[in-house]
């Protein structure tokens, strides 16, 4: 089992910036892939940004350059960097981590919210 535990949302003006930190603990030696996905009200899941399992990272397309996924393998944490937040950036983040045999798990989510 995986547990992930997401922190650092919250509430900024359009422009802002945030960091989102999800910290993973309990098998994480099982872990092929995480990253970050989020879900606006009456919108689907989409993703934000992962480490593939080969290392490399994949973002969004609405991400254009303004946010930064990376990691402290020691740690065992993930963070997303956002800058120039948009009103439309406004969901729940949710920090996702699919292991070696295809199981996910998902934390509780952080609200961001970007008023203009």
């Known amino acids: 089992q995986v547990q992930l535990v997401e922190s650092g949302g919250g509430s900024v003006q359009a422009g802002g910036s945030l960091r989102l930190s999800c910290a993973a603990s309990?098998?994480?030696?099982?872990?092929?892939?995480i990253g970050w996905y989020r879900q606006a009200p009456g919108k689907q899941r989409e993703l934000v940004a992962h480490f593939s399992r080969d290392g490399n990272t994949n973002y969004g397309d609405f991400v254009k350059g303004r946010f930064t996924i990376a990691r402290d393998n020691a740690e065992n944490t993930v963070y997303l960097q956002m800058n120039s937040l948009k009103p439309e950036d406004t969901a729940i983040y949710y920090c996702n981590a699919r292991t070696w045999n295809l199981l996910d798990y998902w934390g509780q989510g952080t609200q961001v919210t970007v008023s203009s």
């Open positions: 309990g098998s994480t030696f099982s872990i092929k892939s």
